[in-house]
């Protein structure tokens, strides 16, 4: 009788252990799964919590989200110049609730006038390296901003560059990841003239924690909201730019300045699985992603698994495809042989899917375009029901390195975009965009914005991007999920001649795939690296149009920051 209620109530001990660990067990991952912020007035993502903050409190103002966009990008120029910057160009989406409509805006400079390839072979130069005169292009970035308030602006530019005015005299603290990548970067640029007296101030590189202030930035900032947003490329800081240029053997021209203009241009799309995929046309390679999305689509991908080795097989070839149309038929769009609708034809997407073995990895191009190190992303959406999904940078972290001390910025080094190869749309050009590699997302259904989205690590532009698409259509993730989810990279080879033909290039995986599916990979011919955390980046809003709010989410790799009202 003992022993029988002794093996009763361990029985009982045993269940009720179990029972607790579970509920244990159940609370970890709810403790440890992040919620999405949720805002009915206005919500704002961006790579940076100052950013975020000054955004929300132009809302706040009575801002729309075109004003609270800009006034984040002018606050990242300052706080994260390691990847944005005056001296940079911009590309964006924005949704329009007033016309129900997207519009695309390409703010992106061309190659100087006077730096033609004929100098180039008379001076010797076989390619352009990422530091010094000669990699800058025209930024565009504060023309983008001239039309995009002009178009849509509430605000005005005095109030909407205020916040950033006053931390540029005032100082902000500078985080951990800015700092290292400071450092990185400031090894690379360090003797480029005039850069060490705004960015490594008294000899000294800002330290986490540090503040740092920039009164140069805060003064051309002022000036352009007295003398207005063209002042950049007309007036006096105009001026200073082509001085600095000139005395320093650089090639802006103030006609180079004067005749820059951002265009306003049509999106293009393409539809999956009753989602409409929306990016900006050439020289943007968004259009490049929106044919991957194509070819993908051939395939019931919910079927075959999430992170499923079929899965990873089909999106590495298709990548592999995409990517040789991307440098051998991509560029500025004058300079492009073939129609960029042939790119998203449902022909060319036939063929490529036929063309991929199942059983094989193909060889992988070397590669050809080379894609910058670090991108902003901002994205905001307001009461009014109005959306923007922009990225701004500088190209390569700190771009150029070339700083004009009085103005306090970096100018991009995008002419580094442009293919050695003088036979291809996007080979180098005088007065010629390059390929633009950064994409603002915007998704919409049946006509309604759905979700405004994007990465900011610069490689992983179209790759990412599709990841995020695949996790939240095809396999119906939340919007935090999708964040945090695993991701991978496909690196395209890096050799060339007759031993390139049997090369797949890498496919490189965070923590978390199944040993198995590795193993099944590897037998198809794929080559298999691990990193941890390496692919990060991503913000977005999704638009919930039943209970009239937004979901907004920023993922654990990176010190993005979600806030709404």
Request: with cysteine.
């Given at each position: 009788?003992?022993?029988?209620?002794?093996?009763?109530?361990?029985?009982?001990?045993?269940?009720?252990?179990?029972?607790?660990?579970?509920?244990?067990?159940?609370?970890?991952?709810?403790?440890?799964?992040?919620?999405?912020?949720?805002?009915?007035?206005?919500?704002?993502?961006?790579?940076h919590?100052?950013?975020?903050?000054?955004a929300?409190?132009?809302?706040?103002?009575?801002?729309?989200?075109?004003?609270?966009?800009?006034?984040?990008?002018?606050?990242?120029?300052?706080?994260?110049?390691?990847?944005?910057?005056?001296?940079?160009?911009?590309?964006?989406?924005?949704?329009?609730?007033?016309?129900?409509?997207?519009?695309?805006?390409?703010?992106?400079?061309?190659?100087?006038?006077?730096?033609?390839p004929?100098?180039?072979?008379?001076?010797?130069?076989?390619?352009?390296?990422?530091?010094?005169?000669?990699?800058?292009?025209?930024?565009?970035?504060?023309?983008?901003?001239q039309?995009?308030?002009?178009?849509?602006?509430?605000?005005?530019?005095?109030?909407?560059?205020a916040?950033?005015?006053?931390?540029?005299?005032?100082?902000?603290?500078v985080?951990?990841?800015?700092?290292?990548?400071?450092?990185?970067?400031?090894?690379?640029?360090?003797?480029?003239?005039?850069?060490?007296?705004?960015?490594?101030?008294?000899?000294?590189?800002?330290?986490?924690?540090?503040?740092?202030?920039?009164?140069?930035?805060?003064?051309?900032?002022?000036?352009?909201?007295?003398?207005?947003?063209?002042?950049?490329?007309?007036?006096?800081?105009?001026?200073?730019?082509?001085?600095?240029?000139?005395?320093?053997?650089?090639?802006?021209?103030?006609?180079?300045?004067?005749?820059?203009?951002?265009?306003?241009?049509?999106?293009?799309?393409?539809?999956?699985?009753?989602?409409?995929?929306?990016?900006?046309?050439?020289?943007?390679?968004?259009?490049?992603?929106?044919?991957?999305?194509?070819?993908?689509?051939?395939?019931?991908?919910?079927?075959?698994?999430?992170?499923?080795?079929?899965?990873?097989?089909?999106?590495?070839?298709?990548?592999?495809?995409?990517?040789?149309?991307?440098?051998?038929?991509?560029?500025?769009?004058?300079?492009?042989?073939?129609?960029?609708?042939?790119?998203?034809?449902?022909?060319?997407?036939?063929?490529?899917?036929?063309?991929?073995?199942?059983?094989?990895?193909?060889k992988?191009?070397?590669?050809?375009?080379?894609?910058?190190?670090?991108?902003?992303?901002?994205?905001?959406?307001?009461?009014?029901?109005?959306?923007?999904?922009?990225?701004?940078?500088?190209?390569?972290?700190?771009?150029?390195?070339?700083?004009?001390?009085?103005?306090?910025?970096?100018?991009?080094?995008?002419?580094?975009?442009?293919?050695?190869?003088?036979?291809?749309?996007?080979?180098?050009?005088?007065?010629?965009?390059?390929?633009f590699?950064?994409?603002?997302?915007?998704?919409?259904?049946?006509?309604?914005?759905?979700?405004?989205?994007?990465?900011?690590?610069?490689?992983?532009?179209?790759?990412?991007?599709?990841?995020?698409?695949?996790?939240m259509?095809?396999?119906?993730?939340?919007?935090?999920?999708?964040?945090?989810?695993?991701?991978?990279?496909?690196?395209s080879?890096?050799?060339?001649?007759?031993?390139?033909?049997?090369?797949?290039?890498?496919?490189?995986?965070?923590?978390?795939?199944?040993?198995?599916?590795?193993?099944?990979?590897?037998?198809?011919?794929?080559?298999?690296k691990?990193?941890?955390?390496?692919?990060?980046?991503?913000?977005?809003?999704?638009?919930?149009?039943?209970?009239?709010?937004?979901?907004?989410?920023?993922?654990?790799?990176?010190?993005?920051?979600?806030?709404?009202?």
């Open positions: 009788m003992i022993r029988h209620i002794t093996g009763s109530l361990l029985l009982l001990l045993v269940f009720t252990a179990e029972a607790t660990l579970a509920q244990m067990h159940v609370y970890q991952k709810k403790a440890n799964a992040r919620s999405e912020v949720i805002g009915r007035k206005g919500i704002v993502a961006t790579s919590p100052l950013a975020t903050q000054v929300i409190d132009i809302l706040k103002l009575g801002g729309n989200a075109v004003d609270a966009a800009i006034a984040a990008n002018a606050i990242l120029a300052l706080v994260e110049p390691v990847a944005a910057g005056l001296g940079g160009d911009l590309e964006a989406l924005i949704w329009d609730a007033a016309t129900a409509e997207l519009y695309g805006l390409s703010a992106v400079g061309k190659s100087p006038a006077a730096l033609t004929e100098f180039l072979r008379k001076s010797k130069i076989k390619e352009i390296l990422p530091a010094g005169m000669i990699s800058v292009t025209v930024p565009g970035c504060v023309d983008g901003w039309e995009m308030h002009k178009k849509f602006g509430k605000l005005s530019i005095e109030e909407i560059l916040p950033a005015i006053s931390y540029a005299n005032d100082g902000f603290p985080t951990e990841a800015v700092a290292e990548f400071w450092q990185l970067e400031a090894q690379r640029l360090k003797d480029i003239p005039s850069f060490a007296e705004v960015f490594i101030p008294g000899g000294q590189l800002p330290a986490k924690g540090e503040l740092f202030r920039n009164p140069s930035l805060a003064n051309t900032f002022k000036r352009l909201s007295e003398a207005g947003l063209r002042d950049f490329y007309e007036g006096d800081i105009a001026c200073d730019i082509v001085s600095h240029f000139k005395s320093n053997n650089g090639f802006l021209t103030s006609n180079d300045l004067e005749l820059y203009h951002s265009q306003w241009v049509s999106p293009v799309s393409t539809n999956y699985r009753g989602f409409d995929i929306w990016a900006l046309p050439p020289s943007n390679q968004g259009i490049i992603l929106l044919g991957m999305m194509n070819i993908m689509k051939e395939k019931d991908i919910r079927s075959m698994g999430a992170n499923s080795s079929e899965l990873l097989h089909l999106f590495v070839e298709s990548k592999k495809l995409v990517y040789e149309d991307r440098d051998k038929l991509l560029g500025d769009k004058d300079a492009m042989r073939v129609a960029p609708a042939s790119i998203l034809s449902e022909q060319s997407a036939k063929e490529k899917f036929m063309a991929i073995k199942t059983d094989k990895a193909g992988s191009d070397p590669k050809g375009l080379a894609e910058n190190d670090n991108t902003v992303y901002i994205t905001v959406a307001d009461r009014f029901g109005n959306m923007v999904s922009l990225v701004q940078n500088n190209y390569m972290g700190m771009g150029s390195g070339v700083v004009v001390p009085t103005l306090g910025f970096v100018f991009q080094n995008r002419a580094v975009a442009f293919l050695k190869d003088q036979n291809r749309p996007n080979s180098y050009n005088a007065a010629k965009k390059p390929v590699t950064a994409i603002p997302g915007f998704v919409s259904k049946a006509g309604k914005p759905w979700l405004c989205f994007g990465i900011t690590d610069g490689k992983m532009q179209i790759q990412g991007h599709a990841q995020v698409l695949i996790d259509v095809d396999f119906e993730l939340k919007l935090q999920k999708t964040a945090d989810a695993g991701r991978f990279y496909h690196e080879s890096v050799l060339s001649g007759p031993q390139y033909t049997n090369e797949s290039g890498w496919l490189i995986l965070e923590k978390g795939f199944n040993y198995e599916i590795i193993r099944e990979l590897m037998k198809k011919g794929h080559r298999i691990f990193d941890v955390d390496a692919y990060g980046g991503f913000l977005g809003i999704m638009r919930d149009t039943i209970n009239g709010v937004y979901y907004g989410a920023a993922e654990s790799r990176f010190d993005g920051q979600v806030s709404g009202y």
